[in-house]
């Protein structure tokens, strides 16, 4: 596995790897047929935004790093329920 691959697996760095897979398991299902895949499309299209409006804000703030840990990012998670 690449480097590349392998950071978009780690949680640390990707905070969307669940809807991720999610799409891309409903593409193997439904044999790649992208009409069938919308909602899963949207749910990573929106985690991905959550996560970069933070991502922003703490840089703004001078807050390293300017991703919270995956730790971080469960326990901010579950204090305001899932955004997305």
Not at 38 to 48: D, E, G, I, Q, W
Not at 54 to 75: D, T, Y
């Amino acid at each position: 596995m690449s480097r590349h691959a392998q950071q978009l697996r780690d949680h640390d760095i990707n905070p969307c790897v669940v809807e991720t897979d999610a799409s891309r398991k409903c593409m193997d299902d439904n044999n790649y047929n992208k009409d069938m895949c919308t909602a899963y499309f949207l749910k990573y299209k929106s985690c991905r935004k959550f996560w970069h409006d933070i991502m922003m804000q703490r840089r703004r703030n001078g807050v390293k790093p300017e991703m919270p840990s995956a730790e971080e990012r469960k326990k901010l998670l579950e204090s305001m329920g899932k955004p997305y």
